[in-house]
């Protein structure tokens, strides 16, 4: 409440009463501030501007709540647009390129057709990625579909695959533990895939990549991808699994950096982590944990 008095001089004196009711143990109490002097027009000069402040700040959150939502519409417009535009035309090529290989082909012929091939691949696992990235980011996260699996027989037929994907490449494989985990097959077989193609960009191409498979009571499920090369930096490491982060691969294929961002969802999914651990002396290693079962998961 604003108050005014009136000296007999003729000064005014300028007020202001703020008055609070609270109850305390039981009571009614009243509290009471009375402010005399100049310090009103002040107050008034800084209630007028912190309305103003309040106003601005409402006006921008709204304007970034509705440019998430424009986002939003876009990210679901360009999930249509991959799904169909890119999709049919390159299973068009793909099957193109299985009716051309029944014919009889020259060395130089079945060498290029190879090569598009895996061209071919690449850019769907490229389109798989960056659909499940949206899926990731605007949706209620990645699908997956855990059933009891023997890990170390899902393991060897994916590493099969990506042998022939990579013939100049030796890609071994360890095994330890012989029991069956809870994993979607297909999930895993998309992280090694992503696993894999990282260490072939940026490890040494004259040595092996190890991926090792591993089940037990006390450690639970584990796969686990080691190249050797150089390591990571330190800084990099810190944001490696963030989408869009790539390191230096000179000479080798380059992604849109969501290969790691779509491991750690595809764990996390399971109920796991994944941890590297990259030095000069012993290589680089992507490790993936998760629980044996979906009752032990982390919520």
């Known amino acids: 409440m604003k108050l005014e008095v009136k000296h007999r001089d003729g000064t005014v004196l300028p007020m202001i009463l703020n008055a609070v009711r609270r109850e305390r143990s039981g009571a009614i109490v009243h509290d009471l501030a009375l402010s005399i002097g100049r310090d009103r027009d002040v107050y008034e000069r800084e209630l007028v501007m912190s309305r103003e402040e309040l106003r601005l700040l409402v006006h921008e959150a709204t304007r970034l709540e509705e440019q998430a939502k424009d986002r939003a519409l876009f990210a679901e417009q360009m999930v249509g647009i991959v799904s169909h535009d ?23 012929q079945i060498r290029i057709l190879g090569r598009i091939s895996q061209s071919t691949e690449r850019a769907h696992r490229l389109i798989a990625d960056l659909l499940d990235f949206t899926a990731a980011r605007v949706g209620k996260g990645l699908k997956v579909s855990p059933r009891p699996i023997d890990l170390h027989t899902h393991v060897a037929e994916a590493l099969e695959e990506l042998r022939v994907a990579y013939p100049d490449r030796r890609i071994d494989h360890l095994q330890d533990g012989a029991q069956a985990c809870w994993a979607d097959p297909d999930r895993l077989a998309q992280m090694l895939g ?18 090792s498979s591993l089940v037990s009571d006390d450690r639970g499920a584990q796969v686990e991808v080691h190249n050797f090369g150089p390591p990571i930096p330190v800084a990099t490491v810190e944001h490696l699994f963030e989408p869009m982060v790539r390191g ?12 790691l961002y779509i491991v ?36």
């Open 86 to 108: 890119l999709r049919n035309p390159l299973s068009a090529i793909h099957l193109g390129l299985l009716a051309l290989s029944r014919g009889a082909l020259n060395s130089n």
């Open 194 to 211: 992503n696993l894999v193609s990282n260490a072939v960009s940026y490890g040494d191409p004259a040595r092996a990549i190890t991926v």
């Open 248 to 259: 230096d691969a000179s000479g080798a294929a380059r992604s849109v950096g969501l290969g």
């Open 264 to 299: 750690r969802q595809i764990i996390e999914a399971h109920g796991g982590h994944v941890i590297v651990r990259s030095t000069e002396a012993a290589g680089t290693a992507f490790t993936a944990n998760f629980p044996l079962d979906p009752a032990s998961r982390r919520v």
